[in-house]
């Protein structure tokens, strides 16, 4: 069974540029988290999606977006970059069916901003 | 929302030792309590979880304990060992995965 994919695994922006992150789940997997993990820093909700819709927001400014597709693949992006959005962005799957919630995390994107 | 505290930051115990990690949850209404071990460099995976009809599990090394009605939960590691060494993030979440959230995270180090 493949993982959680992610691409690109680095990218880097100038400030005020536009990044896109994306995130494979496992396959029969819904649900897409994304979180923000600065360096030597814990795990930051940003985003879930379930089903196609957004069913939660992190304390972060709107310019940090993203969407699902209908292949439960994901998006995430970030306009207007600043210096401290650079961070490991990760991606989890989950499966609702089996009531379990166990997040599947990917590799991460690499994300420098200068 | 819910909010997950987490003691300590920083741990480090000599090989052999046990450690003890400890978070609280605010929402009463969360009932799943996973724990996640991120090694440098990897990404995080979930080592043991717990639910809150269970009072406790155990998996060789490693156990869970939750106590409900105190919205307190805590990962026991005994006799650890260098591979140990890693931090550790708790998380609590609600039904269907809602309000997801994990802990700041323990660095924990073994030291041979």
């Known amino acids: 069974e493949a993982g959680v994919t992610q691409s690109p695994t680095h990218l880097i922006k100038t400030r005020g540029q536009q990044a896109t992150l994306r995130c494979s789940p496992i396959?029969?997997?819904?649900?897409v988290y994304w979180y923000q993990q600065a360096l030597g820093l814990g795990l930051q909700f940003l985003l879930w999606y379930d089903e196609g819709e957004e069913r939660n927001r992190g304390n972060f400014p709107p310019r940090f977006s993203g969407r699902q597709f209908p292949n439960y693949s994901s998006e995430l992006n970030v306009n207007a970059l600043e210096l401290e959005d650079s961070a490991l962005y990760l991606c989890?799957?989950?499966?609702?069916?089996?009531?379990?919630?166990?997040?599947?995390f990917g590799p991460g994107t690499r994300l420098t901003v200068t | 929302g819910e909010n997950v505290e987490q003691h300590p930051s920083t741990l480090s115990v000599q090989e052999g030792d046990s450690a003890v990690i400890k978070c609280t949850y605010s929402d009463s209404a969360s009932n799943y309590f996973p724990w996640y071990k991120q090694e440098l460099g990897k990404r995080p995976q979930l080592i043991i979880d717990i639910r809150s009809n269970v009072g406790e599990k155990k998996d060789q090394r490693i156990a869970v304990t939750l106590n409900k009605t105190a919205k307190h939960f805590s990962l026991h590691i005994t006799e650890t060992q260098p591979e140990d060494s890693a931090v550790y993030f708790c998380a609590a979440s609600g039904n269907y995965g809602q309000n997801f959230v994990f802990g700041p995270g323990t660095r924990l180090s073994v030291l041979p």
């Open positions: 396959s029969g997997h819904t649900s």
């Open positions: 989890a799957s989950s499966t609702q069916g089996d009531r379990t919630y166990e997040q599947y």
